[in-house]
T-cell receptor, first 115, second 114 residues
């Protein structure tokens, strides 16, 4: 069965610090990869996605993620975080060649940005 | 365009009671999903549906039932509520055979079983 590992449970950063959240998955075939964000009290929203092409994908609000196939990784980055980035971030994966199988989510990483 | 609508937003149930969590979408998505979210555990799939009349179990289906009589609606039923079902429940939908756009999530139902 597929699994998604997010290495950091809780990350605390000061404003303007750089962010990198790790995500590794356990599926050996072609995959679609996603990062979702959940702001406090809200539902999940799509931050960015990768399904083919350039392995460096850019999403909303200055976030980007790099797909490294050899490492089974899809790490999320942002050069300079803001207080408003305080949220929980979820990595998700599903195979892209076997139909619309449901997404498998990681356990999430809580990001707290302090002034 | 409302997207995915879940009701109620909050509910407190007593052990043994039953209830239905409602989910409806107006995007003509064939695929719909129910996830539960517990602190530090991420989202776990309860049930999903690939179209009207078709449902399938996810990772944690015990204690729940679903039905899909129309494309728009995908209610989740708890027959005998237990404290272990205290959680936040999210409904989501997606296009047929196309997850390139990801899922559209509802705003969630926070359920407490006491």
């Amino acid at each position: 069965a597929q699994s998604v590992s997010q290495h950091n449970h809780h990350v605390i950063l000061s404003e303007a610090a750089s962010l990198e959240l790790g995500c590794n998955y356990s599926y050996g075939g072609t995959v679609n990869l996603f990062w979702y964000v959940q702001y406090p009290g809200q539902h999940l929203q799509l931050l960015l996605k990768y399904f083919s092409g350039d392995p460096l994908v850019k999403g909303i609000k200055g976030f980007e993620a790099e797909f490294i196939k050899s490492k089974f990784s899809f790490n999320l980055r942002k050069p300079s975080v803001q207080w408003s980035d305080t949220a929980e971030y979820f990595c998700a994966v599903n195979p892209s060649l076997t139909g619309n199988t449901p997404l498998v989510f990681g356990k999430g990483t809580r990001l707290s940005v302090i002034a | 365009n409302a997207g995915v609508t879940q009701t109620p937003k909050f509910r407190i149930l007593k052990i043994g009671q039953s209830m239905t969590l409602q989910c409806t979408q107006d995007m003509n998505h064939n695929y719909m999903y129910w996830y539960r979210q517990d602190p530090g555990m991420g989202l776990k799939l309860i049930y999903y549906s690939v179209g009207a009349g078709i449902t399938d179990k996810g990772e944690v289906p015990n204690g729940y039932n679903v039905s899909r009589s129309t494309t728009e609606d995908f209610p989740l039923r708890l027959e005998l509520a237990a404290p272990s079902q205290t959680s936040v429940y999210f409904c989501a939908s997606s296009l047929v055979l196309d997850t390139n756009y990801g899922y559209t999530f509802g705003s969630g139902t926070r359920l407490t079983v006491v």
